[in-house]
């Protein structure tokens, strides 16, 4: 476990999600393991973030928040030719949410409740540049 938290410190994620206690929880979490980070409640303040750091390895968002949810989030960073890996975290198990992320080429689906663990390995397992 400790080589995948060196990985996981080696890279810049972005947390997008408005549900204030899941968002302490990672925050706290990644502080603790010293990761870089940084986190938007909707995926509109998530596109100017990533507008502002051309660095972001990994994007993990969550589908519905307020002003724009995230697989609108997603079309919008693939119409602009960004292929950050992403990674959905969502209580939505339906198909049509899970088919409309492969369309848009999201990487992983993560089910909530959040499990770190899982995070950890998921993440340390893609192919991320």
Not at 38 to 61: H, R, Y
Not at 110 to 117: A, C, G, R, S, T
């Amino acid at each position: 476990m400790q080589e995948k938290i060196e990985k996981l410190k080696r890279l810049k994620l972005l947390f997008v999600e408005d549900e204030t206690d899941l968002v302490e929880i990672i925050t706290d979490t990644l502080q603790k393991l010293n990761a870089n980070f940084l986190s938007a409640k909707n995926g509109q303040e998530a596109l100017d973030i990533i507008e502002a750091n051309d660095d972001i390895d990994i994007i993990v968002t969550d589908i519905n928040m307020p002003v724009m949810n995230g697989l609108v989030m997603i079309k919008e960073l693939r119409d602009r030719g960004n292929s950050i890996p992403i990674i959905i975290m969502s209580a939505h198990t339906e198909t049509d949410y899970i088919n409309k992320a492969k369309e848009l080429g999201v990487d992983n689906y993560l089910l909530k409740p959040f499990d770190f663990i899982k995070f950890i390995d998921l993440i340390t397992e893609m192919e991320i540049k």
